[in-house]
Every structure is written in C-alpha cells, then in structure tokens.
C-alpha cells in the first residue's frame, strides 16, 4: 500500500483496529503515507488478516520462540529495518521493548495509549479510572522512549466517563478516539509539523505546549 515516500512500519499483537484506522485514512487519502508492512509478535493475531485485505506485507516474530527477551528484540529490529521506516508505530502492541530497542527506534517510534498521560501508565486503564473516580478518560499517542509510557505526547483524545459506566463500555469508546488520534498523529509527523528534537516535541520550530495539545485536539 504505497502513496507516499513517508514509511511506514506498524506493530501489532491482537485484533488490530487501530492498523485499520491507518488503512482506512491511507484509502481515503487523508494520511499521505507508504504503509510498508505489519508485524506481529504473535501468529493468531486478527490484524494479520487485516494486513492480507489491503495487500500489506504482514509477519510474524513469535515472542514465544525466544527465552531472551533481546533475541526477540534483535530479530524484531532485524525485521523492521528490511523496510527501511520513517516510523514504526506501536498499535495495541503489548510487549515491553529493551532500552537497546527504543534507543535503535528514537524519534522514530510512537505508542498509542489508552489513558490521559501522565495518569494510568500501564495496564488496564479503564478499570483504574473507573476505581479512582475520574470524570474524564481518553487516549495519548506519544513517541516511544526507555521510560514505559512516559515519551513526550504528540495528540490527546478525551471521552466522557458516564455513571455506572463498565470499563467494556470506556473501553470502546476510547478506541473510538484512539481511531482518530492515531492517524492524525502520523499525519502530522508525516508532513512534518510535529519533529522529534533533545527529547521533546516540536510543534513547527519551538517545543509544544500544552495549549497547543490541547488545540490540536479539538481540531480532530
């Protein structure tokens, strides 16, 4: 599936609805990027199938054929960079990378999350927001450094969290807004309004705030 000199890697573990999201933008042709390939760290995963319908190249590196996490993480990268990427995209992508890895990768390499972060690094999210009594929940896209869910954010989604809310229903609508950051995310990566410099993002040539987070959000 290629549109544009920008490439495209993503990394996936499960169902893959937010690699859908990016093939969909990319047919729209509302997200002007090469989308390479897909990979898998587990053979079974719906979103192989998803990569098969759009003629995506898709593969598999079974975490479970190595006991070391770094051979995992070597034939990985091995794997990647036979496509030469602009960005690697973590989406829904559950393992936990080796600092060798994200280092190989930064800059390049961005997660969607599905929390507000800083909040709920981590797992099961909407459990937690629901236990703490927040009001209001969403999702992060943010580029990838050594320290879990913690890089500097490029996008931000909010949703709502409803009384008597199940963390099912959170969950769904979260991957709604997921669906729209993620694409616009890369988009603006891809045309070069968001850059990646000393560790921080830049929006345009100074550093984003978070007025223009929160700026860019209502532009989705």
Same mark, same amino acid.
């Given at each position: 599936?290629?549109?544009?000199?920008?490439?495209?890697?993503?990394?996936?573990?499960?169902?893959?609805?937010?690699?859908?999201?990016?093939?969909?933008?990319?047919?729209? @042709?509302? *997200?002007?990027?090469?989308?390479?390939? !897909?990979?898998?760290?587990?053979?079974?995963?719906?979103?192989?199938? #998803?990569?098969?319908?759009?003629?995506?190249?898709?593969?598999?590196?079974?975490?479970?054929?190595?006991?070391? #996490?770094?051979?995992?993480?070597?034939?990985?990268?091995?794997?990647?960079?036979?496509?030469?990427?602009?960005?690697?995209?973590?989406?829904?992508?559950?393992?936990?990378? $080796?600092?060798?890895?994200? &280092?190989?990768?930064?800059?390049?390499?961005?997660? !969607?999350?599905?929390?507000?972060?800083?909040?709920?690094? +981590?797992?099961?999210?909407?459990? #937690?927001?629901?236990?703490? +009594?927040?009001?209001?929940?969403?999702?992060?896209?943010?580029?990838?450094?050594? &320290?879990?869910?913690? +890089?500097?954010?490029?996008?931000? +989604?909010?949703?709502?969290?409803?009384?008597? &809310?199940?963390?099912?229903?959170?969950? @769904? #609508?979260?991957?709604?807004?997921?669906?729209?950051?993620?694409?616009?995310?890369?988009? *603006?990566?891809? $045309?070069?309004?968001?850059?990646?410099?000393?560790?921080?993002?830049?929006?345009?040539?100074?550093?984003?705030?978070?007025?223009?987070?929160?700026?860019?959000?209502?532009?989705?």
């Amino acid at each position: 599936m290629q549109h544009a000199e920008f490439n495209l890697v993503v990394l996936i573990s499960g169902n893959g609805s937010n690699l859908q999201a990016i093939i969909d933008a990319i047919q729209a @042709q509302t *997200l002007p990027v090469s989308l390479r390939a !897909v990979i898998s760290d587990r053979p079974g995963a719906f979103g192989l199938a #998803r990569a098969a319908e759009a003629r995506i190249p898709a593969h598999v590196v079974d975490y479970r054929q190595f006991p070391q #996490r770094e051979d995992f993480d070597k034939a990985l990268m091995q794997q990647i960079d036979a496509y030469s990427p602009d960005l690697v995209v973590l989406a829904g992508f559950m393992r936990i990378l $080796t600092t060798d890895f994200v &280092e190989h990768y930064l800059g390049k390499m961005i997660n !969607v999350h599905p929390s507000l972060l800083p909040k709920y690094q +981590g797992l099961n999210t909407h459990q #937690r927001v629901l236990d703490a +009594g927040e009001q209001i929940h969403g999702a992060s896209v943010h580029y990838v450094t050594p &320290e879990l869910d913690s +890089g500097p954010l490029i996008l931000q +989604g909010e949703v709502p969290v409803f009384p008597d &809310e199940s963390a099912k229903s959170l969950q @769904q #609508r979260v991957h709604a807004i997921e669906h729209k950051i993620l694409p616009a995310a890369i988009r *603006l990566i891809a $045309t070069g309004q968001v850059t990646f410099r000393k560790h921080r993002v830049y929006y345009g040539d100074k550093p984003m705030e978070k007025f223009q987070l929160d700026a860019l959000a209502k532009q989705l």
